[in-house]
Nanobody, 123 residues
Framework: QVQLVESGGGLVQAGGSLRLSCAAS????????MGWFRQAPGKEREFVAR????????YYADSVKGRFTISRDNAKNTVYLQMNTLKPEDTAVYYCAVSLYYSSSSYHQYDYWGQGTQVTVSS
């Protein structure tokens, strides 16, 4: 079992920055893949970024590439999402998730989810 707790969301003006954190507990953190997803009202949950457990390789959705950075600190059992140059279209609930077996951008491949944290970007 894995428990995930996100934090760091909030209200920010367009062009601003936020850093989301996701603290994990319950299993050996360094042995699974981590991802960030988001869901805006009336839309499907979409992939934002992910990081592999072994090499720490990162992947991003085209919509956030160059603006967002995912990283992990295995000593702290925490994954981060640094979000810069935020846009109103980034407004959504952001979720972190764990995939035990797959390095994937599909939310179907993730086994555990946090409760989500709201990010609102005003224009």
């Amino acid at each position: 079992q894995v428990q995930l707790v996100e934090s760091g969301g909030g209200l920010v003006q367009a062009g601003g920055s936020l850093r989301l954190s996701c603290a994990a507990s319950g299993r050996t953190f360094s042995s699974y893949h981590m991802g960030w997803f988001r869901q805006a009202p009336g839309k499907e949950r979409e992939f934002v970024a992910r990081i592999t457990w072994s090499s720490g390789r990162t992947y991003y959705a085209d919509s956030v590439k160059g603006r967002f950075t995912i990283s992990r600190d295995n000593a702290k059992n925490t994954v981060y999402l640094q979000m810069n140059t935020l846009k109103p279209e980034d407004t959504a609930v952001y979720y972190c998730a764990v995939s035990l077996y797959y390095s994937s951008s599909s939310y179907h491949q993730y086994d555990y989810w946090g409760q989500g944290t709201q990010v609102t970007v005003s224009s």
